[in-house]
C-alpha cells in the first residue's frame, strides 16, 4: 500500500484523498445523492436531518462501509458515542483500513478516559496510515500522559 511506505506528508495527504475518494463511490446514484444530502445537512449542524439521510443509506446499501462511517462521524458530533462507536465496529468489520473510523475510534476512547485503548487505536490508524499529524500527535500526547501515570 503507497500510503503506510509514503514518508512526504502532503504525498501521504494526497494519496489519503483517493482513497477517500474510492470509499465515497457507492456505485449508487440514490446513495451518492443522500450522502450529497446528507453532507449539506452535517454541514448546517442539522444532525437529525443528516441522521435520516444516513439511516436511508445504510438501510438500502448495508456493505457501503462508507454509509456507516458518515453515520458514526453525525453521531459523535452529536456525543452520542455509543451510537457512533457501534457504526465505526459496522465501518471497520466492512473496511479493516479504514483510517478515518480507527481516528474517530480513537478520539471517542480519549474522550470516555479510556487512554489506553485510545493510544492503541491511534497506533493502528499509523500502520495504516503514518504520516497522518493527527494521530502522531494524539500517540504523543497519550504516551505522554500515560507514562504520567504510571502505565
Do not use: C
Not at 18 to 39: F, H, N, P, V, Y
Not at 41 to 54: I, Q, S, Y
Not at 110 to 125: D, I, N
Amino acid at each position: 500500500m503507497d500510503l503506510k511506505r509514503e514518508r512526504n506528508e502532503k504525498a501521504a495527504e494526497r494519496i489519503a484523498q483517493r482513497i477517500w475518494d474510492e470509499w465515497m463511490k457507492s456505485g449508487s446514484a440514490t446513495i451518492d445523492l443522500l450522502l450529497q444530502w446528507s453532507s449539506e445537512a452535517t454541514r448546517k449542524k442539522e444532525f437529525a436531518v443528516a441522521l435520516d439521510f444516513l439511516d436511508q443509506i445504510v438501510m438500502l446499501e448495508p456493505d457501503y462501509a462508507e454509509g456507516w462511517n458518515r453515520r458514526a462521524t453525525v453521531h459523535y458530533m452529536m456525543d452520542s458515542y455509543s451510537k457512533s462507536m457501534a457504526d465505526i465496529e459496522r465501518t471497520l468489520n466492512l473496511e479493516p483500513r479504514h483510517f478515518g473510523a480507527l481516528s474517530g475510534m480513537g478520539a471517542i476512547l480519549k474522550a470516555t478516559g479510556r487512554k489506553e485503548l485510545a493510544l492503541r487505536a491511534y497506533e493502528r490508524v499509523l500502520a495504516i496510515y503514518p504520516m497522518m499529524r493527527n494521530a502522531q500527535n494524539e500517540v504523543v500526547t497519550l504516551t505522554e500522559e500515560l507514562a504520567g501515570e504510571g502505565i
